[in-house]
């Protein structure tokens, strides 16, 4: 039965990330950009990287709840979130688009789950704050990025069940956030 779960989760994450791999712009429009020459991207271009982001927004934050619903049975259980942070780390390697789970409640789950650069550590504030995001344009080699920060409330009960911390949160408040970092082209 473990082994049937275990395959479950790793056809599910598969799909995943073939489907965020379908987000990356062609080699070709990549080409033209850098022939084009242009400093600074234009709005066309900031606004597709925006749907990029809001697109993997929706998949990652449905799967969490999807993997924790459907999986996630007692605190034995490979948790949602470690799952997403393996995903985020496959799905960053393997591309141009950059992301990592990071904690907003000052006890990480993870050592490394923290916010590590001004960008994110300003986001997380604005975040609490009640922000519904945060993004900046940046540059890095000559390429512009869109980098942006998204909520993650608590959303089930049984996100509860191995981060027993998040059960004073408020409906709403971001335990969390994911941290993009995408190719504007």
């Not at 490394?112 to 009640?130: P, R, S």
């Amino acid at each position: 039965m473990k082994r049937i779960v275990v395959a479950s989760r790793f056809a599910i994450f598969s799909l995943i990330v073939v489907i965020a791999s379908q987000c990356v712009v062609s080699p070709e429009a990549i080409l033209a950009q850098e022939q084009n020459g242009s400093e600074t991207p234009n709005k066309k271009a900031v606004n597709r990287s925006r749907e990029t982001v809001k697109m993997l927004d929706n998949i990652f934050k449905q799967t969490i709840v999807m993997v924790t619903d459907k999986y996630v049975h007692d605190e034995n259980d490979f948790a949602a979130g470690s799952a997403a942070v393996l995903l985020f780390k496959n799905i960053s390697e393997s591309g141009d688009n950059k992301v990592r789970l990071i904690d907003a409640t000052g006890d990480p789950y993870e050592a490394d789950n923290v916010a590590k650069d001004d960008f994110e550590k300003q986001g997380i504030k604005k975040l609490k704050a009640g922000a519904k995001g945060h993004e900046q344009i940046v540059k890095k080699d000559g390429k512009s990025y869109l980098r942006a920060l998204t909520p993650v409330p608590v959303v089930m009960e049984k996100c509860i069940m191995c981060h027993s911390h998040y059960a004073d949160a408020k409906p709403g408040e971001p335990i969390g956030a994911i941290s993009y970092t995408v190719p504007i082209k």
